[in-house]
């Protein structure tokens, strides 16, 4: 194994600088004790995050956020289980297409898809409504999904389900007792994935969210055109510690390093 | 069961799935595209009847070629940011010991998790109210007066650079991974010095990962829409901006949507012809690993 020489180490540290600078600049901000942006010289406060508890616009958009998140998943995933079997598990005509087809929207921009479900939505009348929110996520987070439960349902060993049917076992039983059970870390975190994906998701919902219906990020987007302020800092902060949890859950299940990249931890 | 039934029974699976998106996928873009062949009148809204006169507004007007120059040169110059700092950084990391590997990793990977309207945001702290980004880069010794980057194409370009540098990271560290290591021991055995194995064995087995790394982040920089809203402000437009602009502030929906089709066809067409050209070109590559 050849190691990094001390350049590469000091290209190392900058680099690791830049990537962590505006996550770090936002979460010391959030608690500097004055009206404005500043950095905390003299003494931290938390009266920015309890300002957010006076702030019935980015309560509302968080519950938003969560309850689209999770009822946007969930579909997904309810949808990216049985047709990642099928395109796993069976050889049939049109199967890579079926694939390209469910991954596509990986590789339409958000801003177009935006567009499109704006003039789609005004026009079937279901525009600024939240099942029309929860259509539009469950489009762009459903390849999230199907790519993790893929992975997992490609991995199996098809022998350990005709092992069950060869004990008599019916077809319901393999899926639940067998099948299901060794695709669950897929399932949980193609499932993770897509609730955060919803959850971050900023540049198409801005088309689509009517007040009523204001997501986080939306709401954050249209604050921050408006004026930026140690509120929205304090929220971002907010999201930041949210994310690292759900990220240490994901590790847990999958490691990130997989999730990512596709492989590593078996 | 017999191959009919298992081919029916991969059909019913995917049934949902694709029926969903049928509807919600399919009928929207085309949706999209027709009205972008539609015209718009200021009093009476959208008309009917087939016209082509968006699209020739839009490539007749100097406002939209500018618009398109400037949203392509802030992609290439992103792209080739990230292409050359997500290649080192991943070489730097491949070369790490755990638990330090694993630990950076995250590091550099985990902001893909956090909103882009949050890390945004901090670039936005950092240039503006704290200029934190000119104090640091002045104490270093790097510049000798302060740099405009709020509302700046530069501003733009460092913020959407460190929105983006994790998705060619991931790619060349995917191809790092399956280097034999025993390459770089024999170019190093025949007397390479370090920047030599790295220009003449390492660069050019990750290079389908540093091309594929750098076409996704290509098109991911074509069509930003926060970071150059955000950073960029309200004069500095880049097309996705253009069309959300149309669509909310003017209400033209069929210039917007016309703008929409054309970053959509240029989008599909940079990705699929560069998948192509790699796939072809690093076919040896590709087999190899494979095997």
């Known amino acids: ?266 | 069961m017999s191959s009919a039934r298992r081919r029916a029974a991969a059909y019913w699976l995917s049934a949902p799935a694709l029926a969903v998106y049928a509807l919600f996928l399919v009928v929207p873009i085309a949706s999209m595209a027709l009205i972008s062949f539609q015209n718009f009148e200021f009093y009476g809204g959208i008309q009917p009847g087939i016209t082509l006169k968006n699209y020739r507004e839009i490539f007749t007007d100097s406002y939209y070629w500018e618009v398109f120059g400037r949203t392509f040169w802030i992609a290439l110059v992103v792209t080739a940011l990230c292409a050359v700092l997500g290649t080192f950084e991943a070489i730097v990391l491949h070369r790490m010991a755990n638990p330090w590997k694993s630990i950076f990793l995250l590091v550099v990977l985990g902001p893909l998790l956090i909103s882009v309207v949050v890390r945004t945001l901090g670039w936005a702290l950092l240039f503006g109210s704290t200029g934190l980004a000119n104090k640091a880069l002045l104490a270093l010794g790097l510049i000798a007066e302060p740099i405009a980057f709020m509302y700046s194409v530069t501003g733009v370009v460092v913020a959407l650079t460190h929105v983006l540098v994790p998705f060619v990271v991931i790619s060349v560290w995917a191809s790092l991974q399956r280097i034999d290591p025993a390459v770089e021991r024999a170019a190093v055995s025949l007397g390479a010095r370090q920047p030599t194995v790295v220009r003449r064995v390492i660069v050019p087995l990750a290079m389908p990962g540093i091309l594929s790394g750098s076409v996704m982040v290509f098109a991911l920089a074509a069509s930003a829409f926060a970071t150059p809203a955000i950073i960029g402000g309200r004069r500095l437009k880049v097309i996705a901006t253009a069309a959300y602009d149309e669509f909310l502030n003017t209400l033209n929906w069929p210039l917007g949507a016309s703008l929409a089709v054309l970053l959509l066809a240029a989008n599909v067409l940079v990705l699929y012809a560069s998948n192509r050209l790699i796939e072809r070109r690093y076919k040896a590559v590709f087999r190899e690993s494979a095997a």
């Open chain 1, 1 to 266: 194994m050849i190691r990094n020489g001390p350049l590469a180490l000091v290209f190392h540290a900058l680099f690791i600088g830049f990537i962590v600078a505006p996550l770090a600049i936002v979460c010391v901000v959030a608690f500097t004790p004055l009206g404005y942006i500043s950095l905390p010289t003299d003494g931290l406060s938390l009266r920015w995050f309890a300002a957010i508890l006076d702030n019935p616009r980015f309560i509302s958009a968080f519950w938003l956020s969560l309850a689209l998140g999770l009822v946007s998943s969930v579909i997904a995933t309810a949808l990216a289980v049985p047709a990642a079997l099928a395109v796993a598990r069976f050889h049939f005509p049109g199967r890579d297409a079926v694939s390209a087809f469910l991954l596509s929207p990986l590789m339409i921009p958000h801003i177009v898809l935006g567009v499109a479900f704006l003039r789609f939505f005004s026009a079937v009348n279901i525009n600024g409504t939240f099942s029309g929110l929860v259509m539009a996520h469950v489009i762009v987070i459903l390849p999230f999904a199907l790519r993790l439960v893929l992975a997992s349902a490609t991995g199996m060993d098809p022998a350990v389900e005709r092992a069950a049917v060869s004990l008599g076992a019916g077809r319901f039983t393999v899926f639940r007792r067998i099948t299901l059970p060794l695709i669950l870390p897929g399932i949980v975190s193609g499932w993770l994935l897509a609730f955060i994906t919803s959850f971050d998701e900023l540049t198409m919902s801005v088309f689509i969210a009517s007040p009523s219906t204001t997501t986080l990020p939306v709401r954050m987007f249209l604050h921050i055109q408006d004026t930026i302020d140690p509120l929205v800092a304090a929220v971002s902060a907010l999201m930041i510690a949210g994310t690292l949890l759900l990220m240490g859950a994901l590790d847990r299940l999958v490691g990130l390093e997989r999730l990512f990249v596709g492989k590593g931890k078996q």
